[in-house]
């Protein structure tokens, strides 16, 4: 259920972006950002496997290892783009 | 069908009805079986080899007896003083970790070991002609098939019945056929000759020459439990394993002889033949480290078995997972012994430890003693850490470990920082001297599938395209 939903949330949420949003995001941002939600679901799926494989030292370090990498990479992605649409709004 | 049809329309249809009904007795009789090869059903990167990456000099190889191996044979590398003096020891350690409530060695621990060592259907060599069923009772005559639907209906049959995987070797005269031991645990002396019936003696089994075919299989063993290992609790995987083989050793019998051909299996735990190079010669896995097979489904987490029988079988092939190319670099396994008994070196050899190993073949040859000196000395019963300290003694439950297995088989340079990884994510490696990797008592809270195994690992490891 969880991944049926995130599915969901994400096909909506890159649809908006790709069509209907107000921000425009740039070739390396999409990179960047595809690439931090690869990074956020490969945590996450590793942390909850790991929990039901009785292993919960390794589910939460892998949930840092790749976690935290694939937010800063979002984050960035997310910066960069409220930035730039920022400093169009104020040039308009 | 339609109701309204012309008579053209009308002799179609019939046409199709009759081409359908034509199809039920071969259905009802088997004869629509997939005719594909039979394969394990394996993941596209594991591929498949004419030979196994171990190398074998056919020369050097002979029969081996099974009374040389340090679990029958002790006393031929030990004097037997020393013995005594280490099985005192052995019952000491045992009787005082009992008495003194040591996680692993309470008493509800050596309960369940000695639970999981009863109860499985006695090994026999074959089965009581008269006692069992087959096509002669029932007044048909005897299975007949292709080799690929033999092994796909055996492979079946087998997993059904509790094996994990299921591999075939045409065993040959002058390669394969010496893997058969010449002596079997209890002494009795193996002979394969050009007979029609298998015989048991006081002395001797025969091997008819005509059951040419060795059935290979796994039998899968708890990963949670064994990282309880060195303890009782731990050791009762080894136990629970065996008496499960047992049952799926008994079964397979009934089954081959309910299809018209002989079963031969082993009269007692590690009879018959050496079940490692089978293995590797089936494709069940690969040779490790530590000597045993490792495998791309469950890692070391099995035993391996054997049948031999006269139904003709297509045979299975040596793959190449990348598991023997890891073996290379990652050591961990001799990191994890505590009795120093499994090889540092780089690269295998062709120098064997003692005669407790069969010479022939390039391997990391184990010193089987130190292994059972430390057995016995230290922890009452067997060990297992070399097993359970395995970066491949993993679940598979997480992506991590899929894109290992994957990166292993196809990318060999990154063995090294998956072997630091798994030291970062599983095991720490010095161990406590001795002690195991989890707790025992949490063992007996855990909510843990069926055997403590997760038996729908090779359903969803297997390639359905």
Same mark, same amino acid.
């Given at each position: 259920?969880?991944? $049926?939903?995130?599915?969901?949330?994400? !096909?909506?949420?890159?649809?908006?972006?790709?069509?209907?949003?107000?921000?425009?995001?740039?070739?390396?941002?999409?990179?960047?950002?595809?690439?931090? &939600?690869?990074?956020?679901?490969?945590?996450?799926?590793?942390?909850?496997?790991?929990?039901?494989?009785?292993?919960?030292?390794?589910?939460? $370090?892998?949930?840092?290892?790749?976690?935290?990498?694939?937010?800063?990479?979002?984050?960035?992605?997310?910066?960069?783009?409220?930035?730039?649409?920022?400093?169009?709004?104020?040039?308009? | 069908?339609?109701?309204?049809?012309?008579?053209?329309?009308? &002799? !179609?249809?019939?046409?199709?009805?009759g081409a359908a009904a034509s199809l039920v007795p071969m259905v009802a009789a088997g004869e629509s079986m997939n005719t594909?090869?039979?394969?394990?059903?394996?993941?596209?990167?594991?591929?498949?080899?004419?030979?196994?990456?171990?190398?074998?000099?056919?020369?050097?190889?002979?029969?081996?007896?099974?009374?040389?191996?340090?679990? %029958?044979?002790?006393?031929?590398?030990?004097?037997?003083?020393?013995?005594? @003096?280490?099985?005192?020891?052995?019952?000491?350690?045992?009787?005082?970790?009992?008495?003194?409530?040591?996680?692993?060695?309470?008493?509800?621990? %050596?309960?369940?070991?000695?639970?999981?060592?009863?109860?499985?259907?006695?090994?026999?060599?074959?089965?009581?002609?008269?006692?069992?069923?087959g096509p002669?009772?029932w007044g048909v005559p005897k299975w007949t098939g292709t080799p690929e639907e033999a092994?796909q209906l055996v492979?079946a049959a087998?997993?059904?019945?509790?094996?994990?995987?299921?591999?075939?070797?045409?065993?040959?005269?002058?390669?394969?056929?010496?893997?058969?031991?010449?002596?079997?645990?209890?002494?009795?002396?193996? %002979?394969?000759?050009?007979?029609?019936?298998?015989?048991?003696?006081?002395?001797?089994?025969? /091997?008819?020459?005509?059951?040419?075919?060795? /059935?290979?299989?796994?039998?899968?063993?708890?990963?949670?439990?064994?990282?309880?290992?060195?303890?009782?609790?731990?050791?009762?995987?080894?136990?629970?394993?065996?008496?499960?083989?047992?049952?799926?050793?008994?079964?397979?019998?009934?089954f081959?002889?309910g299809l018209g051909y002989?079963?031969?299996?082993?009269?007692?735990?590690?009879?018959?033949? &050496?079940?490692?190079?089978?293995?590797?010669?089936?494709?069940?896995?690969?040779?490790?480290?530590?000597?045993?097979? $490792?495998?791309?489904?469950?890692?070391?987490?099995?035993?391996?078995?054997?049948?031999?029988?006269?139904l003709?079988?297509?045979?299975?092939?040596?793959?190449?997972?990348?598991?023997?190319?890891?073996?290379?670099?990652?050591?961990?396994?001799?990191?994890?012994?505590? !009795?120093?008994?499994?090889?540092?070196?780089?690269?295998?050899?062709?120098? &064997?430890?003692?005669?407790?190993?069969?010479?022939?073949?390039?391997?990391?040859?184990?010193?089987?003693?130190?292994?059972?000196?430390?057995?016995?000395?230290?922890?009452?019963?067997?060990? !297992?850490?070399?097993?359970?300290?395995?970066?491949?003694?993993?679940?598979?439950?997480?992506?991590?470990? %899929?894109?290992?297995?994957?990166?292993?088989?196809?990318?060999?340079?990154?063995?090294?920082?998956?072997?630091?990884?798994?030291?970062?994510?599983?095991?720490?490696?010095?161990?406590?001297?001795?002690?195991? @990797?989890?707790?025992?008592?949490?063992?007996?809270?855990?909510?843990?599938?069926?055997?403590?195994?997760?038996?729908?690992?090779?359903?969803?490891?297997?390639?359905?395209?």
């Amino acid at each position: 259920m969880f991944w $049926l939903i995130a599915g969901l949330v994400l !096909g909506a949420a890159i649809f908006w972006l790709a069509t209907g949003g107000k921000v425009k995001l740039t070739w390396y941002e999409w990179v960047l950002g595809i690439l931090g &939600i690869i990074l956020i679901l490969f945590a996450l799926q590793n942390y909850s496997a790991s929990q039901v494989a009785l292993e919960p030292k390794a589910g939460g $370090l892998l949930l840092l290892i790749f976690g935290l990498p694939g937010l800063i990479f979002a984050a960035i992605a997310g910066v960069l783009a409220f930035l730039r649409s920022r400093k169009q709004e104020e040039a308009a | 069908m339609p109701e309204n049809l012309t008579r053209r329309e009308f &002799i !179609g249809e019939l046409g199709k009805l009759g081409a359908a009904a034509s199809l039920v007795p071969m259905v009802a009789a088997g004869e629509s079986m997939n005719t594909k090869p039979f394969s394990l059903g394996r993941p596209g990167w594991i591929k498949e080899l004419d030979e196994p990456l171990t190398e074998v000099d056919w020369s050097q190889v002979a029969r081996y007896n099974e009374r040389h191996t340090t679990r %029958r044979g002790f006393n031929l590398y030990v004097e037997q003083e020393r013995i005594d @003096q280490l099985s005192s020891l052995s019952k000491e350690l045992l009787e005082d970790n009992l008495k003194n409530d040591v996680p692993g060695y309470t008493l509800k621990d %050596r309960a369940l070991q000695r639970a999981a060592r009863g109860g499985g259907a006695s090994r026999t060599f074959f089965l009581d002609p008269e006692k069992v069923q087959g096509p002669d009772t029932w007044g048909v005559p005897k299975w007949t098939g292709t080799p690929e639907e033999a092994s796909q209906l055996v492979s079946a049959a087998m997993r059904h019945m509790g094996a994990a995987t299921v591999g075939f070797v045409e065993l040959q005269t002058e390669t394969t056929e010496k893997f058969i031991y010449s002596v079997d645990p209890d002494g009795k002396e193996l %002979r394969i000759e050009d007979v029609d019936m298998p015989e048991e003696t006081e002395d001797y089994r025969v /091997i008819p020459k005509k059951a040419r075919y060795a /059935i290979v299989y796994t039998v899968q063993m708890s990963e949670e439990t064994m990282a309880r290992c060195p303890t009782v609790l731990g050791s009762l995987t080894t136990s629970l394993t065996y008496t499960r083989s047992q049952n799926v050793q008994e079964r397979a019998q009934v089954f081959l002889n309910g299809l018209g051909y002989m079963g031969l299996a082993e009269s007692s735990t590690n009879a018959l033949g &050496i079940s490692p190079a089978l293995g590797v010669y089936a494709g069940l896995g690969e040779l490790s480290r530590y000597n045993r097979l $490792l495998t791309p489904e469950y890692g070391p987490m099995v035993r391996v078995f054997k049948i031999l029988t006269d139904l003709p079988l297509a045979p299975t092939k040596p793959i190449d997972a990348g598991l023997y190319k890891f073996c290379h670099h990652c050591k961990k396994c001799a990191e994890a012994c505590p !009795g120093k008994a499994l090889s540092f070196d780089d690269e295998p050899t062709w120098e &064997i430890a003692g005669g407790w190993n069969n010479p022939g073949h390039r391997a990391w040859f184990e010193d089987s003693v130190l292994c059972r000196f430390y057995q016995r000395t230290y922890t009452g019963t067997n060990c !297992g850490l070399c097993f359970s300290a395995c970066p491949f003694a993993t679940k598979n439950l997480a992506s991590f470990n %899929r894109v290992r297995n994957y990166m292993a088989a196809t990318m060999p340079a990154f063995d090294k920082t998956f072997k630091s990884m798994d030291d970062l994510l599983y095991t720490n490696i010095p161990l406590e001297f001795g002690k195991p @990797q989890k707790d025992c008592e949490e063992w007996w809270t855990l909510n843990l599938p069926d055997y403590g195994i997760d038996t729908v690992q090779t359903v969803r490891e297997t390639d359905h395209s």
